[in-house]
C-alpha cells in the first residue's frame, strides 16, 4: 500500500504541476478571486451568479466561468494529493523500521505541502505576486523532488558506485538546473517569455538593452517596479534574457556530465538525459519562435519538471566509490539509495 500510494502521489504530483501550469498560462489563476472556494462556494456552478456579475463588470478579464473551473480543478487535485501525502506520512511512521522506508523525508514532505497550500492561497489573495506565484512553482517541484525520492527507494533502485568527480559534476548539474528553473519561473510569473521575439539574438542584438536592477526586484507587484512604476520593456528584457543565458550554461553542463556517464558505464542514464534535454530547449526555442502557444508553453514546463526528475534519479543513483563504472557496480550491487 506504501509503494503505490507513493508511486500515486509522484504520478498526481507532475499532473498538479503541468496542470498548475496550465492555470497560470490561460490566465485563469484568479478565476476564483477568494480562497479555497470560489466566492465562497464548493464549486463554480454553486457560484455561478457571482461569476457573472464579475464577468459582466470586467469584459475578457480574469473572471469567467471557465477560467473559475480550472483553478477549481487545480485546488481539487492539490487537495487530494496532500490527503494522499497525509497518508503516505502515516505509513512512513508506522513502517519506519523497514529499509526501503525514509520516514524523516515523508515528515518534511508534509510541511512543504502545508506551506505550498498557504502559497496558494497567498498567490490568490496578493494578486500573482511574481515573487509568490514563482515560489508556488517551487514549492510543487519540491514536492516532487521529495516524492522521486521515496519512490527511488520504495521502488529498490540501486545505486552505482561512480567516480567522485562525477558524482560531484552531477551535484553540479542538479543545482544548474534548480537555478534554471527558478528563472524559467520568474519569466513567466511576470509574462517575460515574449519579451524577444527572435533567436538566437534579441531585438537583433547579442546583448540588449536590460533594466536589470528592476528585473530581478523581489517584492513587487505584478507588473510593477518595486517603487510602482510600470516595469519596463528593457526590465522584461533582462529577464527573458538572463532566463536565455542560464538555458545555454545548463546545457553545457549537462553535455559534460553526458559524456562522463557514458564514459563510466552509465549510457541508458546519459540517453535518457540527452533526450528530456533536447525536447526542453527545442520546446524553448519554439515557444519564442511561434509566439508562445498554449500547448508549448505547457509542455516546456512539463519539460521543466521531467528533467528535474531525471537529475534527481541521476544523483541519487550515482554514489562516490574508488570501485567505479560497470565492475564496481557488479560488484557492489546491493548497494540501495
Given amino acids: 500500500m506504501y509503494r503505490r500510494l507513493v508511486f500515486l502521489a509522484l504520478s498526481l504530483t507532475l499532473a498538479v504541476v503541468v496542470f498548475g501550469a496550465y492555470v497560470r498560462l490561460s490566465d485563469a489563476g484568479l478565476g476564483c478571486p477568494d480562497w479555497p472556494g470560489c ?51 502515516a505509513l512512513a511512521w508506522r513502517q519506519r523500521r523497514d529499509p526501503d522506508v525514509r520516514p524523516g523525508i515523508a515528515v518534511l514532505l ?17 494578486l500573482l505576486k511574481p515573487a509568490i506565484v514563482t515560489g508556488h512553482l517551487l514549492g510543487g517541484l519540491a514536492t516532487l523532488s521529495l516524492l522521486a525520492l521515496l519512490a527511488i527507494r520504495a521502488g529498490g533502485l540501486r545505486r552505482r558506485f561512480a567516480s567522485p568527480a562525477l558524482v560531484r559534476l552531477a551535484r553540479v548539474g542538479l543545482l544548474l538546473v534548480l537555478v534554471q528553473i527558478l528563472l524559467g519561473g520568474w519569466t513567466s510569473t511576470n509574462y517575460a517569455a515574449l519579451a524577444c521575439t527572435d533567436f538566437p539574438t534579441c531585438h537583433g542584438s547579442w546583448w540588449p538593452a536590460m533594466d536589470t536592477a528592476n ?39 549537462l553535455l559534460g556530465l553526458m559524456v562522463g556517464l557514458t564514459k563510466q558505464g552509465f549510457g541508458r542514464m546519459a540517453a535518457l538525459l540527452a533526450l528530456v534535454l533536447a525536447g526542453q530547449v527545442g520546446l524553448g526555442i519554439a515557444n519564442v519562435l511561434m509566439s508562445l502557444p498554449l500547448p508549448l508553453a505547457v509542455a516546456h514546463n512539463a519539460g521543466a519538471a521531467l528533467l528535474l526528475l531525471v537529475m534527481v534519479v541521476i544523483n541519487t543513483r550515482l554514489m562516490p566509490g574508488r570501485a567505479w563504472g560497470v565492475a564496481g557496480s557488479k560488484k557492489h550491487e546491493n548497494a540501495y539509495a
Fill in 110 to 126: 508534509v510541511g512543504v505541502v502545508v506551506f505550498q497550500g498557504l502559497l496558494g492561497k497567498w498567490t490568490v489573495t496578493l
Fill in 39 to 89: 466566492y465562497g462556494q464548493v464549486t463554480p456552478a454553486h457560484a455561478a451568479e457571482h461569476i457573472a456579475e464579475a464577468e459582466s463588470a470586467a469584459p475578457g478579464g480574469p473572471v469567467s466561468l471557465p477560467k473559475a473551473w480550472k483553478e477549481m480543478i487545480h485546488r481539487y487535485l492539490a487537495a487530494t494529493l496532500g490527503f494522499i501525502i497525509l497518508v503516505i506520512a
Fill in 215 to 253: 528585473a530581478f526586484h523581489v517584492v513587487r507587484e505584478l507588473g510593477m517596479t518595486a517603487t510602482g512604476d510600470l516595469l519596463s520593456h528593457e526590465a522584461l528584457t533582462a529577464i527573458h534574457w538572463a532566463h536565455r543565458m542560464g538555458a545555454l550554461v545548463v546545457t553545457v553542463g
